[in-house]
């Protein structure tokens, strides 16, 4: 049996999912995406995975420099995801010009305004479909202040305690 494209995407939009930007560099060019396709995988070792669609630079940057960082937006931090999704044509260094960017260690782009961040080294890649899954060790973690950005059923949201 098949399913409809349109029917899964309707499913996968009642799964809550942490809000993203998956960053990267290539040469001097950094490059970046909003991605909701992102969970841990082991605690030892500290292991994260992320899924990127292979059309875009972030995923191509990843499988070339084999490098890359996960920042968990903070729950104001709609307008930065919306950005690096790409809305209004935003496209490569422009998606920078919102939020408080700097450097990792290893000169990856890293946002400071976020709720966490994630240096990580590519130990696995595999293709599924439309999409590059990278499982990434962690090698740095910076953290912020605040609760995270979530995306479901096509909005976004602020966590809030019980």
Same mark, same amino acid.
């Given at each position: 049996m098949q399913i409809d494209p349109a029917d899964f995407r309707s499913a996968m939009a009642r799964f809550p999912g942490a809000v993203t930007i998956v960053t990267a560099r290539t040469g001097g060019e950094r490059r970046g995406i909003t991605a909701t396709a992102v969970?841990?995988?082991?605690?030892?070792?500290?292991?994260?995975?992320?899924?990127?669609? #292979?059309?875009?630079?972030t995923c191509a940057a990843v499988a070339?420099?084999? #490098?890359?960082?996960?920042?968990?937006?903070?729950?104001?931090?709609g307008e930065v995801a919306m950005r690096f999704a790409g809305q209004g044509g935003v496209t490569g260094e422009d998606k920078f010009a919102a939020g408080n960017w700097g450097e990792d260690g290893r000169g990856l782009p890293i946002l400071h305004d976020s709720v966490v961040s994630l240096s990580c080294y590519v130990t696995e890649q595999m293709e599924a479909g439309s999409h590059v899954v990278f499982i990434g060790a962690i090698t740095a973690i910076e953290t912020g202040e605040g609760a995270a950005l979530i995306y479901e059923q096509s909005r976004f949201h602020r966590l809030t305690p019980l």
């Open positions: 969970c841990s995988v082991t605690a030892e070792p500290p292991s994260i995975l992320v899924c990127l669609n #292979r059309k875009t630079g070339e420099t084999g #490098r890359f960082n996960v920042n968990l937006l903070a729950g104001d931090g």
